[in-house]
């Protein structure tokens, strides 16, 4: 019986493979990738040649069952995705559900992931947050969204797409209003990378500054809501101080 990998790669620079990953490459029979060529063109950058089987969004379910036959039949198999950790906001959740229910070893490799490394700089709380993955592309729906979120006071990252940011910064201000703090995070271990924090409204402007501003990979990690100051007592407190205050002098 085969074995699973779950192998990150780089989201930009190729030196951010770790040296297991390109040993577990070596090694394996073949690799599943979400866009073969793209794969192609990065394994070849480490000097490796191997057979590709193409996973995607559009064919996961589909294909997976034919994944787990060949692991089973005792093909060592490396999942991939175009950069970053699998499965996050990535195809593979599909193929390591029906592997565990198989019963086929699954090894995961850690390695890059952008909201990790974005969160990492950000200087926003990082001991709690959620992960929410790319926001509905539509105006209302993305509204929707934020509204849903706009109570969480724990830290919240999201995938953006560079032709949507201006749109979804002034969603961000128009729900959660112009004094939230975010940082957006772009072109993360490229040659651009910048990583710049104010608060929304100022955010969007500063974005729209510049075209450049707008462009490449980026991801938003917002502060949460800060929690309020229990300022109230409640009933019980309040009889218990009026009886302790009757016994004062
Ligand atoms: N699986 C990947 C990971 O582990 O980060 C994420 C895949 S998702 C399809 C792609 C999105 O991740 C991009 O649209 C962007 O929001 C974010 N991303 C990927 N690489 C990035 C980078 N170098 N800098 C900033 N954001 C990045």
Request: net charge negative.
């Amino acid at each position: 019986i085969g074995t699973l990998y779950i192998v990150a790669t780089p989201i930009g620079n190729l030196q951010d493979i770790t040296q297991r990953a390109l040993e577990t490459f070596a090694q394996v029979d073949l690799i599943a990738a979400e866009d073969t060529r793209h794969s192609g063109l990065l394994l070849s950058h480490y000097g490796i040649k191997k057979p590709f089987f193409a996973l995607h969004d559009h064919n996961e379910q589909q294909k997976a069952g034919l994944l787990v036959e060949k692991l089973r039949q005792g093909t060592n198999i490396a999942l991939i995705s175009d950069a970053g950790t699998p499965l996050i906001s990535d195809p593979g959740f599909h193929l390591v559900r029906q592997c565990r229910q198989a019963g086929i070893k699954i090894v995961p490799l850690p390695g890059a992931c952008a909201a990790i490394t974005a969160l990492c700089a950000s200087g926003i709380a990082s001991d709690r947050f959620c992960f929410e993955g790319f926001l509905p592309a539509k105006s209302k729906a993305r509204r929707d969204k934020l509204e849903n979120l706009a109570q969480e006071d724990r830290t919240l990252i999201f995938y953006e797409s560079t032709h949507r940011i201006l749109d979804c910064l002034a969603d961000i201000e128009a729900v959660f209003s112009a004094d939230r703090y975010v940082v957006l995070a772009r072109e993360i271990t490229k040659t651009w990378e910048t990583i710049h924090g104010d608060l929304v409204g100022l955010l969007r402007q500063w974005v729209a500054e510049d075209p450049n501003r707008t462009k490449g990979e980026m991801v938003l990690i917002i502060e949460g809501l800060p929690q309020k100051q229990e300022t109230e007592f409640s009933a019980q407190a309040v009889k218990a101080l009026t009886l302790i205050a009757q016994e004062l002098p």
